[in-house]
């Protein structure tokens, strides 16, 4: 999503408004949280951010409210469901993903204390570095699914255009990526 694309055509539309509003570039510390983020990108590949939004609530229920460690037990059995929910994009790599994922983060939780611990104790980096980082402890991390995971929970700019209402509004909340700036850090642009 190209902020200036975002910003422009999000507001009054049922579905763009509210995640542009109250979510799209917002810092977030859940666990939980974040693990749905990376599953709807990962869902998001290849098709339209509107077809996920309208798809959110189904892919709650279908992934047990995202949480991590009840995804990660996930069996046969469960693929199967998941392959068969007609509500949820039925995408054999992109279950099989969420269904990794989530056990890779339990690891990470282990190692770091959260995915929210792990996140943050590798920031600042360029884009680059983050896809190799993700590339090396996730599956499904092309360069989209790395970089609007990051900008969607702050930890990367470009969420927002700056003449942007909700620009203002994450300025006054101080994310990750702001924080880096204002400290010095310049490998945004790479």
Request: hydrophobic fraction near 45%.
């Amino acid at each position: 999503m190209a902020a200036i694309v975002y910003c422009r055509d999000a507001p009054g539309h049922p579905w763009h408004e509210p995640y542009h509003d109250q979510e799209y570039g917002f810092p977030v510390s859940c666990d939980r949280a974040l693990f749905e983020r990376l599953a709807l990108e990962i869902n998001q590949a290849g098709l339209s951010w509107l077809t996920v939004l309208k798809k959110r609530a189904a892919f709650r229920a279908a992934f047990d409210d995202f949480e991590i460690a009840r995804v990660a037990a996930y069996g046969e059995a469960e693929r199967a469901r998941l392959l068969a929910d007609a509500g949820i994009i039925r995408n054999r790599r992109k279950v099989d993903a969420v269904i990794e994922n989530a056990r890779r983060l339990l690891r990470l939780q282990d190692e770091a204390g959260s995915f929210a611990a792990w996140i943050a104790a590798h920031h600042p980096r360029a884009k680059a570095d983050w896809l190799s980082l993700f590339r090396a402890n996730l599956v499904f991390m092309g360069g989209e699914v790395v970089g609007e995971f990051l900008m969607s929970i702050g930890y990367l700019p470009g969420a927002h255009q700056p003449d942007c209402p909700v620009f203002a509004w994450l300025e006054a909340i101080d994310p990750p990526w702001q924080v880096a700036c204002r400290n010095g850090f310049s490998g945004y642009s790479r």
